[in-house]
């Protein structure tokens, strides 16, 4: 009898060794990937944190004055969890699906595809918190964040790589070749990282993109680790994380149904 691909999930953990696996082969190139995960968002920090904020000053944010720096630093770390998650679960991922047949030879184990992808994701999550981790740690060193509060921020960035995680294998599940992912980055995350109060305030967008920008996954991770850095608790944080939650399971039904229905072909 033919099963629907858009059935339950049914996981277990055997996802473990698979994702054990990933970080075993990552291990050898765990220096060079960290520099080059973390070498462009510290550019982007200092190129318009110290360059564009020596022009801007301070901005207002809730009625609080900030320094640029700070409002983009704040910015710029969760859109590192956004495309080091990103990055890792298309090229990443597609290379062992597709190129090397990783995950043909791993299911002639008894480990089923739905694990197979449950420990993708998982691994594309780590991989964003090990990134921003770094830059976490760059930002402290160089004294552009005091607050305790950015603590918190931790388990919201690793929130938010996984729910990029989970889109991204939607774009991994339907690529046909590597440059399918560019219609994800330039159509998806580009603009998302514009309209999401990375680099400026929301409030100086159209009122009908900021209604749409509302609801966009990067604008709810901004809104929720701004404000901590800021030594600040989020307004509406309840809403903010259900709408992270809500993308990242509705988006890994999708691509498990998608990359199912891919091998069933």
């Given at each position: 009898m033919h099963r629907s691909p858009f059935r339950a999930p049914r996981l277990t953990s055997r996802w473990w060794p698979v994702f054990l696996?990933?970080?075993?082969?990552?291990?050898?190139?765990?220096?060079?990937?960290?520099?080059?995960?973390?070498?462009e968002p510290l550019i982007w920090l200092v190129a318009f944190g110290y360059?564009?904020?020596?022009?801007?000053?301070?901005?207002?944010?809730?009625?609080?004055?900030?320094?640029?720096?700070v409002f983009l630093a704040s910015g710029s770390i969760c859109m590192s969890a956004m495309n080091a998650a990103s990055f890792e679960a298309l090229y990443s991922a597609f290379s062992r699906m597709h190129v090397q047949k990783t995950w043909d030879g791993i299911?002639?184990?008894?480990?089923?595809?739905?694990?197979?992808?449950?420990?993708?994701?998982?691994?594309?999550?780590?991989?964003?918190?090990?990134?921003?981790?770094?830059i976490l740690l760059v930002m402290l060193v160089l004294g552009i964040?005091?607050?305790p509060k950015v603590l918190v921020a931790w388990p919201v960035l690793l929130a938010a790589g996984i729910t990029f995680s989970c889109i991204a294998l939607i774009f991994n599940a339907l690529a046909k070749g590597y440059d399918f992912f560019t219609y994800y980055f330039t159509l998806f995350l580009t603009p998302m990282m514009f309209l999401s109060g990375v680099f400026f305030p929301r409030e100086q967008l159209p009122l009908a993109v900021r209604v749409v920008s509302d609801w966009l996954p990067l604008t709810?991770?901004?809104?929720?680790?701004?404000?901590?850095?800021?030594?600040?608790?989020?307004?509406?944080?309840?809403r903010?994380?259900?709408?992270?939650a809500g993308y990242a399971v509705v988006s890994f039904w999708l691509a498990l149904a998608f990359t199912r229905r891919r091998f069933a072909a």
């Open positions: 696996r990933n970080m075993l082969v990552w291990r050898k190139l765990a220096i060079p990937s960290l520099i080059g995960n973390i070498a360059g564009m904020g020596a022009l801007v000053g301070e901005l207002r944010v809730g009625g609080t004055a900030v320094p640029y720096i299911m002639n184990a008894p480990v089923s595809l739905d694990d197979i992808v449950l420990a993708e994701m998982l691994w594309a999550a780590f991989k964003a918190i090990f990134t921003v981790t770094a964040v005091h607050s709810s991770a901004v809104e929720l680790v701004r404000p901590l850095f800021l030594d600040q608790w989020p307004a509406d944080a309840a903010h994380l259900l709408v992270l």
